[in-house]
């Protein structure tokens, strides 16, 4: 596994099975009529998983919860640890059971595979980047719409750390709160209040510039100070005035060519938006294999 914490397992959220309904409806409609009229009923069949470029496999787990949505025959293998590093022409796992159901559940079940194998290599490849620094990355709430639970838990398998899966889960006072609010002070002053009496929630503050720094040091009840858009001496600078008296986070602009620079300023996070906006899907196949009838 290329993530020593156990991520959050997408088999425990119901929305999960309903996307995978959704996705199968979305391909499949009224039928399958290629394999309807091509391949005979009673024809069973095994089909091999191959990742055809290296990469983070990510998703296995969502694989029988699409094949047994078309068949309740079905004998699924899995052959590697969700998360492994794999090399090009790895078969990772082998499905058997009715021709139609695995030609129907065929692009489902890569899609959801692939994307996620992407995100969790994407991911690696920037969480290997910053290797040494003690800096972590951080996801973003940049996904694909409905697939949230799906992304993060992938940015999770690929070595990262969850940031908020949404606007409920923590207070993230950002420039907007802070101008329809009067000021740093009064946003997270007016939010220490509203919390009491509720269950904790962490609270981040996003500062544009040093001194949204200080003022973000003198209010009382803050977790983490985000430095956005700062350059890497900024964030450094920012980093020494905290001191260590909270949490600190980069975010905004940073690229694959700058973000060791960010990582070695000291700060603990560096939010990346790119594992998930921006991750291409890992190349995979599903090969079928029929056994002489009869």
Not at 65 to 74: A, G, K, N, Q, T
């Amino acid at each position: 596994m290329t993530n020593p914490s156990k991520p959050i397992h997408p088999l425990h959220d119901s929305s999960i099975l309903r996307l995978i309904q959704i996705a199968i409806h979305e391909d499949v409609g009224s039928g399958d009529v290629t394999t309807e009229c091509t391949v005979p009923l009673d024809n069973s069949a095994l089909a091999r998983f191959v990742v055809k470029q290296d990469g983070v496999v990510c998703g296995l787990p969502v694989l029988p919860l699409v094949f047994r949505e078309f068949s309740s025959d079905i004998n699924l293998k899995v052959l590697v640890d969700e998360g492994a590093a794999v090399s090009a022409g790895t078969v990772v796992a082998t499905v058997e059971g009715p021709a139609h159901a695995l030609l129907g559940a065929e692009r489902t079940a890569l899609n959801f595979m692939q994307r996620m194998s992407g995100v969790a290599t994407k991911t690696h490849q920037y969480v290997t980047r910053i290797a040494g620094t003690g800096a972590r990355i951080l996801d973003t709430r940049k996904t694909i719409p409905g697939w949230r639970l799906l992304d993060k838990y992938a940015t999770s398998v690929g070595g990262a750390v969850n940031h908020r899966m949404g606007l409920h889960d923590m207070v993230m006072i950002k420039d907007n709160h802070i101008t329809a609010c009067g000021g740093i002070r009064q946003a997270v002053g007016r939010c220490v209040e509203e919390l009491q009496g509720r269950a904790p929630l962490k609270i981040e503050v996003e500062a544009r510039n040093l001194d949204d720094v200080y003022e973000v040091l003198a209010c009382v009840g803050v977790h983490r100070v985000m430095f956005d858009n700062f350059t890497p001496a900024q964030v450094a600078e920012g980093v020494r005035i905290v001191n260590r008296s909270m949490e600190t986070e980069a975010s905004g602009g940073i690229t694959w060519d700058n973000i060791r620079d960010y990582a070695q300023t000291g700060v603990d996070y560096v939010s990346v938006g790119a594992i998930t906006h921006s991750a291409v899907a890992l190349d995979i196949s599903m090969k079928l294999f029929v056994p002489k009838q009869g």
